[in-house]
């Protein structure tokens, strides 16, 4: 009995190791007084701040893929609410337009969390120099700072994007 034991006790300390082998490790970015986690294989290729406090970062995902993280300070001035919109709605919804002008078709639009505090989502495919994308738009307020998420990518990339994109926002904090 007690081989058996053994045997069944260092198997399951081998799953277990196993398991913890198998995760993937994250890369982390912290400046500009937020972070998130993101995919190791996204490589970082920009990141410009300028001297109004606007932040954009460029990730190159691979495979024709990039995810664009932009800041907006001082947000409800460039979008003050309506009698019918907050700020964030506002932005959004002139987001969402200036997408449509340029040929984007909605695939889907939801509410969402993001750092605790509401955001809107809008998944849409448009054409870019005669290459198709299936894009996600994320758009979050923090105070009175903007923080968007734009992802591009192939449609038979999405899905994994998608899930690197899950990981940046799930994993986003300010501060």
Not at 150 to 162: F, V
Request: charged share 15%; with cysteine.
């Amino acid at each position: 009995m007690r081989p058996f034991l053994l045997a069944v006790g260092a198997l399951l300390v081998a799953l277990v190791l196993g398991a913890g082998c198998s995760a993937p490790e994250l890369a982390i970015y912290q400046k500009h007084g937020f972070s998130f986690d993101y995919p190791p294989a996204w490589n970082l290729t920009s990141d410009e701040a300028d001297a109004g406090g606007n932040v954009t970062l460029s990730f190159d995902a691979g495979g024709g893929s990039m995810l664009y993280v932009s800041t907006t300070p001082n947000l409800s001035a460039q979008f003050p609410s309506t009698g019918r919109l907050d700020t964030l709605d506002r932005w959004f919804t002139e987001s969402r337009a200036h997408l449509l002008n340029v040929g984007a078709v909605v695939i889907e639009e939801r509410q969402e969390m993001v750092a605790g505090n509401p955001a809107h989502r809008l998944l849409y495919a448009v054409r870019y120099d005669e290459m198709a994308y299936r894009n996600i738009l994320v758009v979050t307020t923090q105070n009175d700072v903007g923080y968007s998420f734009h992802l591009w990518a192939p449609p038979a990339a999405h899905e994994e994007m998608a899930a690197g994109l899950r990981t940046v926002l799930e994993t986003f904090r300010v501060g």
